[in-house]
C-alpha cells in the first residue's frame, strides 16, 4: 500500500490554483481531430476510409468528456454544507465510489473505486452526493492515482476543514494490462490521510476497518 501521509502545502491547492484550473481555455476540439488524423497516418492507416472518416470527431468529443474536470472546481460542490448539531464525533463515509480516469504517461485508462471519508468539525457537514462529485472532478483529468488520492483529501481539508480526512484509491491500470509488464491480475492501491488520521493510528486502524470491509 502506497500512503501519501504526509500533509500537502494548502497552498499548492489553494481556491487560487482550483480558479485558474477552472479557467483554463475550452477543449480544442479541432486540434484534436488534426492530432488524430495525424496518428492514423503515422500507424499507416487511411483516415479518409468509412470506418474512420469520423474518428477524429469521435474522439475528441471523447477526450472533451473524459477531460472535463480540468474545467471543474471541487469547491463549487463541497462549498454546499449544511449544519448538523452532532457532527464532530462520527465519521462521514462513502465507499465504493466508481471512477475513470486516464494515465498521464501513457493516455491510457484506468479505472477503480475511491473510498472516502472523514470526520467533521464546526458541525458542518456535505452532502454524499459532493463527495462522489468531487472524486469525479479529479478523476477527468490526464492523472496520477498517487496525485487522485492526495487532490481528493486535500479538497476536503480546505473546504471542510474537517478534523481528519482519510482516501483509499483502487485501480486497474490498462498501460500494465496492455502493454509492458503486461500484468493482468493486478490491482494498485493509495492512500491519503489528513489531521487526526495522519496522527492518530488507532483512528486510522478503525476508519481503514470500516472502510475496506468487504461484509459492509
Request: proline share 4%.
Amino acid at each position: 500500500m502506497v500512503e501519501l501521509a504526509l500533509a500537502v502545502p494548502k497552498e499548492r491547492y489553494s481556491p487560487a490554483v482550483e480558479r485558474l484550473e477552472a479557467r483554463r481555455r475550452e477543449t480544442d476540439l479541432v486540434r484534436i481531430e488534426r492530432a488524430v488524423r495525424e496518428i492514423l497516418l503515422a500507424v499507416g492507416e487511411d483516415p479518409d476510409r468509412e470506418g474512420l472518416r469520423e474518428t477524429p470527431k469521435r474522439y475528441a468529443r471523447a477526450v472533451r468528456e473524459l477531460f472535463g474536470g480540468l474545467h471543474e472546481d471541487a469547491g463549487t460542490h463541497l462549498k454546499r454544507v449544511f449544519d448538523h448539531d452532532h457532527a464532530g464525533e462520527d465519521v462521514v463515509m462513502l465507499r465504493n465510489i466508481p471512477f475513470s480516469s486516464i494515465c498521464e504517461h501513457h493516455l491510457l485508462p484506468f479505472t477503480g473505486r475511491a473510498h472516502v471519508a472523514y470526520l467533521p468539525a464546526h458541525g458542518r457537514v456535505t452532502g454524499l452526493s459532493k463527495l462522489a462529485r468531487t472524486v469525479d472532478v479529479f478523476a477527468r483529468r490526464p492523472q496520477m492515482q498517487e496525485r487522485l488520492t492526495a487532490q481528493i483529501a486535500d479538497a476536503l481539508v480546505q473546504h471542510l476543514d474537517p478534523r481528519g480526512v482519510a482516501v483509499v484509491v483502487d485501480g486497474e491500470h490498462s498501460c500494465l494490462k496492455l502493454r509492458g509488464a503486461r500484468k493482468h491480475d493486478t490491482e494498485m492501491r493509495t492512500s491519503a490521510f489528513r489531521g487526526v488520521y495522519s496522527t492518530d493510528r488507532e483512528l486510522r486502524r478503525e476508519v481503514l476497518s470500516m472502510m475496506l470491509d468487504r461484509r459492509g
